[in-house]
């Protein structure tokens, strides 16, 4: 009689070739049938429940097409409010600096944007709404270490709160049309869905001030500009889980 | 050798087969007695349901009930309230309907649904047990329903962390093949494999000690 082959023979070994008791265990677990009065009575309680309310729905965009539109609301946020507040920081940053700043942030937004896709669908693959905010909130603080100088700590809070403040502006209805957004999908985990988009609420936020802010001191921007992304991803957290627990409760 | 149609439940199993130990259901084997390759595959009835189809809404219920029902009476934390559990993953699905797309595997997407129902009760669970009084004299706890093989289960699969609890019984009781553990787990395909891998040594160590005990 050939010996069947175990699906965890990738795990197992040659030891997964012999017949396993744990294997019987699961598989008496696995084809026990349920108890059929109790399984009748709920698929007549669910067919009661969903035949009632059976309406035609147009299926949910790709997770590309989704991630596309996260980052259309981000760019757009970020240059129209960085255009209108005028682009004096933009004027002052070497070719070199631009380059690799936007193209960081466009590479983290692209991280978060697709996190946030993932999040609005069930099952659409791993969820990285932590690690596009570890991303930006340890890669953005080496990057300006690397481009900029100046550690003088003289007015740095006079200075950083207008920064500060300007950005988390921009990142709350930044992050509110984020919202409407991944509104349109069922999201099961609140939290990670929203550290996703407050990520990318506050990068439009950085993104922002880069365009915005002419202060190039290394110690002004790496403290009040990356704490907007930060602001923004744990207040969106937070919210999260508030209303995550109100609704369980 | 019968044909298997792409997507059908008949490949849902067979493409587990040879050398799974999951075999299709009885109770869904009875159900279908008829020529298996005839039956409509859970994705056209999932079409069907977001067309407001209604026989493939009710024959789509009826066929996925029993493997949601199944993933939650094996798991000993929601065996009291199943029933309630089912329902709640179905009225979930039936609100996210529209975030599923054809040709995405439809079980992984049941599951995730069926797994953040069964997250939140426990959470609610704990959150209402921390406000309860303790009465002076504890009502008699019911005569114990399960058999000797469910308790065996039980007691090796409480001493795995609950992450790897729940690839174990994904992957072994739920037939849900390693790819779609993970798109279920919101994981990939190589730490569902991990986490396998660890349960396994764990559940290995456990019987052999109990092997041994018997011996002695």
């Known amino acids: ?249 | 050798m019968r044909p298997v149609h792409a997507g059908s439940r008949s490949k849902l199993y067979a493409d587990r087969l040879p050398g799974t130990i999951l075999q299709e259901p009885p109770h869904l084997s009875a159900a279908s007695s008829r020529d298996p390759a005839s039956l409509p595959d859970l994705e056209s009835l999932m079409c069907g349901y977001q067309q407001a189809d209604e026989a493939a809404a009710r024959v789509f219920i009826e066929r996925v009930s029993p493997v949601l029902l199944r993933y939650f009476l094996v798991q000993p934390l929601n065996r009291r309230f199943a029933d309630d559990l089912m329902q709640e993953t179905w009225m979930r699905i039936h609100k996210a309907r529209h975030t599923w797309r054809r040709g995405e595997p439809v079980l992984p997407w049941i599951f995730a649904i069926a797994r953040h129902t069964s997250l939140d009760s426990y959470r609610k669970s704990r959150r209402v047990e921390t406000r309860e009084i303790q009465v002076e004299v504890m009502p008699e706890p019911p005569a114990s329903t399960s058999s000797g093989d469910t308790a065996d289960l039980d007691t090796l699969l409480a001493a795995l962390p609950a992450s790897q609890r729940e690839v174990v019984l994904l992957l072994k009781v739920s037939g849900l093949s390693v790819d779609e553990v993970a798109r279920a787990t919101a994981s990939t395909a190589g730490a569902v494999r991990q986490k396998a891998h660890r349960a396994y040594r764990t559940l290995r160590t456990l019987l052999g000690r109990r092997e041994k005990r018997v011996e002695a």
Request: proline residues 5%.
């Open chain 1, 1 to 249: 009689m050939p010996i069947a082959r175990c699906e965890l023979c990738w795990v197992e070994g040659r030891n997964a070739l012999k017949p396993d008791p744990i294997d019987d265990l699961l598989a008496k677990a696995a084809n026990r049938p349920p108890d059929d009065a109790a399984l009748a009575a709920g698929v007549r309680r669910a067919q009661d429940a969903i035949l009632g309310d059976l309406r035609r729905v147009r299926p949910l965009g790709s997770v590309t097409r989704s991630a596309l539109l996260f980052l259309i609301v981000f760019a757009l946020a970020a240059m129209v409010a960085g255009v209108l507040l005028g682009p004096h920081g933009f004027h002052v940053l070497s070719v070199v600096d631009r380059a690799l700043i936007f193209a960081t942030l466009l590479v983290v937004a692209v991280v978060a944007s697709v996190a946030s896709a993932r999040s609005m669908r069930p099952a659409a693959g791993p969820k990285r709404g932590s690690d596009a905010f570890l991303l930006a909130a340890i890669g953005f603080p080496l990057l300006f270490a690397l481009l900029f100088r100046g550690y003088s700590t003289i007015h740095l809070v006079h200075e950083g709160i207008p920064c500060l403040v300007a950005g988390v502006c921009v990142a709350l209805p930044t992050g509110l049309l984020l919202l409407l957004l991944l509104r349109r999908g069922s999201v099961l985990d609140r939290s990670e869905a929203a550290l996703a988009c407050g990520t990318l609420a506050g990068l439009a936020g950085l993104a922002m001030l880069e365009i915005h802010c002419p202060n190039l001191k290394a110690i002004h921007v790496i403290v009040w500009h990356v704490a907007v992304v930060v602001v923004s991803a744990v207040l969106a957290w937070v919210i999260a889980r508030f209303v995550s627990r109100s609704s369980v409760q």
